[in-house]
């Protein structure tokens, strides 16, 4: 069994260097040189070892009053040396980590960006930054790092091993035998922290969420007074994190006395029959100094070896956590046969549309079928959860379709590129998302290239042409994360000025004023009523008024469509679920206004 993990152990250690090797490649010859050097720096702490013999010879034994200079001057220049290797062999790596670090967190990023909604759905934030950066640095730091010691310490050890076989063969096989036993502890300790390690490792992402919330959520916070409730979550996590770090050392602690007390075997072994060696002029006293001298040496960076074995199996977590991230592909992708989608001519339609968010979890969607033309507006509406957002989220392929199919002109969406489909789809959300940077950097994100006439085009038609002249800097106004200098009905406004900007054929609506007040509302409709034009319209809309001129009303609830048709002929229909809802909205809004 021992064997087997040993195996393992090395296969794994081999495997990951393996995975690495491409962003290693392109800058292969400053990580060779940073290993060569390596060898001499290893190599070198054998000569204070070996110097020491003819020095206590002369010294000691011969009682010479001119003691040899050139020694003790030799040690500190091989030194000298040593510590430029080091240096440079330290800049080599940090250098050449860097690269590789940047290279990998590039590919693990555009991963990121290919993957569907669901993924994030199912993953909180801090995992997210945790598996996609932190594990980038963890992965390139400690291979780098392990790569310089063990190098190092391989020629150091072989260097000195030398000089104890050349100081006495016999003391070397006392030396020898215990180094080899001071290793056996490392085969059983691997598999026994793996586990611990998986579990912090999780439990630092959570505590990076709590940040990320408590960043995006201090509002709710305040206004709920929920400090004491965030710092005991807070308090658990930090909880967690120390019970896994003293699990861990727990586990890994032992290893380093373990050693010490190998190492202090040895050392006394080699002293009690290098004494017998003395005596019977074995060996003479330079020899035996010589060699007391290479076996500390060698058995210190042993003794320590415990405290760097998590480094290395992080580095090595690290590792399979990002290569199962960029071997993971994406749930939505481009067929090999797809192809460009080119506006819309004709129609969209659902047809026999079943969905669900997951396979053990309940439709959402059953059985939807509805059709509509080109150049006309389609209005949904009905009670909360019913599943209108759901059905216009699978028109830009934020989900798979597994059960029926949406035509575009007849031919299925998942034909067509997914770039291709989703520029000619333009989405105005209820909680539009706006990136940090100035009112014209998010408004250019719907066409990179777009003119100064379009853009003053977009600016004007989405109603933002008075805010944004009262701004000393204009269109170059810094926003803040999120648009936090905003208000609600200006961020709408940025988003449908982008969303003009696009000029897609299809436009999605999803309760795009239901958060604003009826100031703001009025001043977004209007924004609204402007990039509808000459546009296939999905709309979501909970203020019923808004719809009455749709060309299609469809009524969605607990996932099935009740009734489709228009505002007059809906409102016509006895006991019918839009009749109701009308009904009840305008006698509310009658008795507000009273």
Same mark, same amino acid.
């Given at each position: ?190 598999? +026994?922290? =793996? ?51 003293? =699990? ?122 509805? =059709? ?109 994360? +999120? ?112």
């Amino acid at each position: 069994m021992e064997k087997v993990q040993k195996k393992v152990a090395k296969i794994e250690f081999v495997k990951n260097y393996q995975r690495m090797w491409p962003y290693i490649k392109p800058y292969w010859f400053r990580a060779l040189m940073a290993i060569v050097i390596c060898i001499p720096i290893g190599a070198l702490d054998a000569v204070i070892a070996l110097a020491l013999k003819p020095y206590m010879d002369i010294v000691m034994i011969d009682k010479s009053i001119q003691s040899p200079w050139y020694i003790p001057l030799g040690i500190v220049l091989f030194t000298c040396i040593q510590g430029f290797l080091n240096y440079m062999a330290t800049y080599l790596n940090t250098w050449v980590g860097g690269k590789i670090t940047n290279a990998l967190k590039r590919d693990l990023y555009r991963k990121l960006l290919s993957y569907e909604t669901s993924f994030f759905d199912a993953r909180k934030s801090g995992d997210i930054i945790y598996r996609f950066n932190k594990d980038a640095d963890l992965a390139c730091n400690g291979l780098l790092a392990n790569l310089k010691t063990f190098t190092s310490r391989l020629f150091s050890s072989i260097s000195l091993i030398a000089v104890l076989i050349y100081n006495s063969w016999q003391l070397s096989i006392i030396a020898i035998t215990v180094l080899g036993c001071a290793f056996l502890p490392l085969a059983r300790i691997r598999e +026994r922290i =793996k586990e611990v390690m998986n579990k912090s490792v999780a439990a630092g992402s959570q505590i990076i969420t709590i940040y990320n919330e408590t960043y995006s959520g201090n509002k709710t916070i305040t206004s709920f007074n929920l400090e004491n409730v965030q710092m005991h979550k807070f308090n658990k996590v930090l909880n967690n994190i120390f019970n896994f770090r003293i =699990k861990i050392t727990q586990r890994t602690s032992w290893l380093s006395p373990m050693m010490h007390i190998i190492v202090s075997i040895g050392i006394g072994a080699a002293i009690g029959y290098g004494s017998h060696l003395i005596v019977t002029k074995s060996i003479t006293s330079g020899n035996f100094v010589s060699f007391i001298t290479a076996l500390i040496m060698l058995y210190t960076p042993i003794k320590n070896l415990g405290n760097n074995l998590n480094d290395v199996q992080f580095s090595f977590l690290a590792i399979d956590r990002i290569f199962s991230m960029l071997n993971r592909k994406p749930g939505i992708q481009n067929t090999p046969e797809c192809i460009e989608m080119k506006g819309l001519n004709d129609s969209i339609e659902y047809r026999n549309i079943s969905f669900s968010y997951g396979k053990k979890l309940p439709d959402v969607l059953e059985n939807i079928n509805f =059709k509509v033309k080109a150049g006309t507006t389609t209005a949904f509406v009905g009670n909360s959860g019913g599943g209108k957002t759901t059905l216009v989220n699978l028109l830009p392929r934020f989900y798979n379709i597994e059960r029926g199919e949406i035509l575009f002109d007849g031919v299925n969406i998942n034909k067509f590129k997914l770039h291709s489909l989703r520029q000619n789809i333009a989405v105005v959300f209820q909680d539009n998302f706006l990136f940090s940077g100035t009112i014209k950097e998010n408004i250019l994100l719907g066409k990179e290239n777009a003119t100064d006439e379009e853009i003053n085009q977009a600016v004007k038609m989405a109603f933002l042409d008075e805010f944004i002249a009262s701004l000393e800097k204009g269109l170059d106004t810094q926003i803040g994360e +999120r648009g936090i200098r905003l208000s609600g009905g200006q961020k709408q406004r940025i988003a449908i000025a982008r969303a003009f900007i696009k000029n897609a054929p299809i436009v999605v609506l999803d309760e795009a004023t239901s958060a604003l007040d009826n100031k703001a509302e009025a001043v977004v409709q209007k924004a609204i009523d402007n990039l509808m034009k000459d546009k296939t319209v999905f709309v979501i809309a909970h203020r019923l008024s808004t719809i009455k001129n749709a060309d299609k009303i469809i009524v969605v609830n607990k996932g099935h469509i009740v009734e489709q048709g228009t505002h007059d002929e809906l409102l016509h229909i006895e006991n019918g679920a839009y009749k109701s809802l009308y009904d009840a909205q305008f006698k509310k809004q009658d008795l507000i206004e009273l």
